[in-house]
């Protein structure tokens, strides 16, 4: 058996341009990782005040008629941030989104439509993008824009109810009654447990002269509600155009049981014709 040498092996040293080249690749690297440090740094940055923006919008969300004291703070930091990524992102449709939200919650309807606006520029079928921007145009009452802009997203396929509810409140406020009546048909067809859609519907059916739609619609929202005053009142309304002035009393006893005090002169009015 050979006798192995305990002397550590030889190396042959690097020859003068072998370590140049590799001095040249390291100095290669080390650059193109600063540079990619200087493009990715920035955008994590821009990523986090996104994200801290968005939680703090998230967070108000779920009651936005009802926002805490310091939410108004809260909110306009979450707008700043969400300006600088956008100073720098100018195509982040999402940004433009949350940017939206947080002026509907401030009720700044004019900037949340300038914010909803942008995003549909990058986003023209996004159906949500539109509905937004359909509900700010009714909440600064426009409601001819309101109606245009809720009609594209109508086209789109798989448009949600709610879209559907407001376009019906936004021809609803322009006393379009038969194209109202439609728009909320469609929304009740798809949520049929929903009381308030059915108050809206029967409503419009009553202004549009259809009496029976009226009652029909009506009657079916205090079922699912029976604590909506507004529903019995209606009700009696469209009882007393079908000369039902038995019903029409019950429906607006009720209404005014429940302090409705529109409903006491046809209350009276009702008494009246049924003892005729």
């Known amino acids: 058996m050979p006798k192995q040498s305990s002397s550590p092996a030889r190396t042959t040293p690097d020859a ?3 370590r140049i080249w590799r001095g040249v690749k390291t100095v290669a690297l080390l650059a193109a990782l600063g540079t990619l440090a200087v493009y990715l740094v920035p955008q994590y940055r821009l990523d986090r005040a996104r994200d801290r923006a968005i939680a703090i919008v998230s967070a108000y969300r779920e009651d936005p008629e009802h926002l805490p004291d310091g939410a108004s703070a809260e909110l306009a930091r979450a707008i700043a ?3 600088q990524v956008l100073h720098s992102r100018p195509d982040d449709a ?9 002026q509907r919650l401030l009720h700044d309807w004019d900037a949340a439509i300038a914010a909803y606006s942008q995003q549909l520029r990058i986003e023209p079928d996004n159906w949500a993008a539109i509905e937004n ?4 145009f009714y909440k600064a009452q426009r409601y001819q824009d309101a109606e245009n802009t809720l009609k594209k997203a109508a086209r789109l396929e798989f448009a949600p109810y709610h879209l559907w509810q407001w376009l019906g409140a936004a021809q609803e406020a322009q006393e379009k009654w038969v194209e109202s009546s439609t728009a909320y048909g469609k929304a009740a067809q798809m949520n049929p447990d929903d009381a308030r859609l059915f108050l809206d519907l ?13 009652v029909a619609a009506l009657e079916k929202a205090v079922r699912l509600n029976p604590s909506q005053s507004r529903a019995y009142y209606w009700l009696g309304c469209a009882y007393y155009d079908q000369a039902n002035y038995s019903s029409a009393i019950e429906a607006f006893t009720a209404a005014r049981d429940k302090g409705d005090d529109d409903a ?3 209350l ?9």
């Open 81 to 83: 941030l969400l300006k």
């Open 133 to 136: 921007l359909g509900a700010a």
């Open 16 to 18: 003068p341009g072998q």
């Open 94 to 102: 999402n940004s433009y989104r949350w940017l939206g939200d947080a």
């Open 264 to 266: 006491l002169p046809w």
């Open 268 to 276: 009276d009015a009702a008494r009246r014709r049924l003892n005729q």
């Open 202 to 214: 029967g409503h419009v059916f009553y202004k549009a002269k259809r009496s029976d739609d009226a």
